[in-house]
């Protein structure tokens, strides 16, 4: 099942480079990445992620800077209008990060000029 274009989890550029690069090194080249989340109980999110060739029925997939995703569709309203990037932390230093407006800990990225 797709979604609705208003419910795609969006994957910005940097973040679907390193996501090809990892599934080419894995041999997953088509496999499509499922993200997922799992609500602790001080209510934060904890984020995971992963090549899945499993689909399940209540999967929904969709595409998002060239990267095919699949969602739980129980998943999906904690994971709505999200962004995954690809940023350097510290010098060196590359990270995924989830950038959920759902999410309890969300703290808007500042604005750079």
């Excluded at 969006?10 to 088509?30: H, L």
């Excluded at 309203?77 to 350097?88: A, N």
């Excluded at 590359?94 to 407006?101: G, S």
């Amino acid at each position: 099942m797709t979604p609705n274009r208003d419910e795609v989890i969006r994957v910005t550029p940097s973040a679907a480079a390193q996501i090809r690069k990892s599934a080419e090194q894995g041999d997953m080249r088509d496999w499509p990445l499922r993200i997922a989340v799992q609500r602790m109980e001080d209510e934060s999110f904890h984020y995971m992620m992963g090549f899945d060739a499993a689909v399940h029925e209540d999967d929904l997939s969709f595409t998002s800077g060239d990267v095919s995703l699949i969602v739980s569709s129980e998943m999906l309203r904690l994971l709505k209008d999200m962004t995954l990037d690809y940023v350097e932390l510290e010098e060196g230093r590359f990270h995924f990060i989830f950038l959920n407006p759902n999410d309890p800990a969300w703290v808007p990225p500042a604005e750079t000029q």
